[in-house]
């Protein structure tokens, strides 16, 4: 059982360079997260889908945009990467019914360093 | 809008002793509470978790947490901890309605030394 899946692991980006980050998951839940973790300021909340084909924003959208064609896979996309968006990027899901219970489901991260 | 500050950004204590890592919230609305461990370069794991009843819930690996509604706190405690504790620990809330978005404190780096 996968869980939460992320690729890449680790990506070293030029500014100005585009990428996407693929999050897959395979326990068929309907909410999905983006989050960014960068030191002494926790997890704070990049964009969001409540199930396919929709998503929102979160705390910190800007620079950054998402797709959710598929339920189970959430794409995050850097369409001109700056220094200030080099992170660790944390996906994860969490099922509509129960949610609270089960909390979220987090993958292992993807290391982003903007050169 | 809900808010989270832990209020220790690194806690170390020796192996054995006890620690309790600290967790404020500001919300207007019910919440649900949470703790999670993150272990060197994984994701993070639910430790327990806040949802109603009892104040007192237990989590995995001996911790539990004590939900104080009058002074809006989420407290960490484990009686004794071991070298595989060391870990950043993060304290999260959602409000009970809406799209269940969890919203993260700084976190807290709890360093265990022998």
């Known amino acids: 059982n996968a869980g939460v899946t992320q690729t890449p692991k680790f990506r070293v980006l030029k500014t100005g360079q585009s990428m996407t980050l693929l999050c897959a998951q395979d326990m068929n839940h309907e909410y999905m997260y983006w989050y960014r973790q960068d030191p002494g300021m926790g997890l704070r909340l990049i964009h969001y889908?409540?199930?396919?084909?929709?998503?929102a924003k979160g705390e910190v959208p800007d620079g950054y945009n998402v797709s959710r064609l598929k339920k189970q896979n959430f794409l995050l996309g850097l369409e001109s990467a700056a220094p200030s968006q080099t992170s660790v990027y944390f996906c994860?899901?969490?099922?509509?019914?129960?949610?609270?219970?089960?909390?979220?489901?987090f993958g292992s991260g993807t290391r982003l360093t903007v050169v | 809008a809900q808010s989270v500050t832990q209020l220790d950004s690194q806690v170390p204590v020796f192996e054995e002793a006890p620690v309790e890592l600290r967790c404020n919230y500001s919300s207007s609305v019910s919440v649900y509470l949470f703790w999670y461990v993150q272990y060197p370069n994984q994701g993070l794991q639910l430790l327990l978790k806040?949802?109603?009843?009892?104040?007192l819930v237990k989590g995995i690996n001996g911790f539990e947490a004590e939900f104080n509604k009058s002074q809006t706190s989420f407290h960490l405690r484990k009686p004794s901890v071991h070298i595989s504790d060391t870990a950043e620990y993060f304290c999260a809330v959602s409000d009970q309605k809406g799209a269940q978005k969890l919203v993260f404190g700084q976190g807290t780096r709890l360093t265990i030394n022998p």
């Open positions: 889908s409540v199930g396919e084909g929709t998503t």
């Open positions: 806040y949802l109603s009843g009892s104040t």
């Open positions: 994860a899901s969490t099922p509509l019914l129960g949610w609270s219970i089960y909390g979220y489901t």
